[in-house]
């Protein structure tokens, strides 16, 4: 069995500009992925900026697997349409974590992510300490769509009876 490090908590808050898939509108969702893990927010009919705001929680064993997300437009009668995908990559983030900087004020930034051809980023994206906990804001711009962006919140859950970080 493979080593679980932990849990990564993803909030994901809302998208923005999202495609139109339907005749004015769409119905999104959003599905995220790592390894064989494979988790799925709710509908949200005739809305091309939804708000989710659900938390997805992933099992961490390998840092070197990237998150991927992708946005679908529900459809009944025929296959759901895709609207983008993005990725990003959890390394930055846990090793934010492993720092153990439980000593810091609240709203302190230990790591800037700058938005680069190798990462989904649509803008600088902080890790910061905030109310005792190590969280990460991002908003990622979708690929192969002509429009559209999600927006995420990491949060790390340490479990006690593994070696973890």
């Not at 080593?3 to 999104?28: F, Y």
């Not at 720092?99 to 990462?119: F, V």
């Amino acid at each position: 069995m493979e080593h679980l490090l932990g849990l990564l908590r993803i909030n994901v808050h809302r998208g923005i500009n999202l495609a139109v898939r339907d005749l004015r509108s769409s119905d999104p969702y959003v599905i995220v992925r790592m390894g064989k893990q494979k988790l799925k927010t709710r509908v949200v009919k005739k809305n091309v900026n939804p708000e989710w705001n659900e938390e997805l929680t992933l099992s961490i064993s390998d840092l070197d697997i990237p998150v991927k997300l992708s946005v679908y437009d529900k459809d009944t009668f025929t296959f759901d349409d895709k609207m983008g995908d993005a990725e990003f990559d959890i390394r930055p983030f846990v090793e934010a974590v492993k720092m153990h900087l439980e000593s810091l004020p609240s709203g302190t930034i230990i790591t800037r992510i700058i938005p680069s051809r190798q990462n989904c980023l649509a803008e600088e994206s902080n890790i910061l300490w905030a109310n005792g906990k190590v969280v990460q804001d991002m908003t990622l711009r979708l690929r192969n769509v002509e429009c559209g962006e999600v927006e995420l919140q990491l949060q790390w859950i340490d479990v006690t009876d593994t070696r973890g970080l």
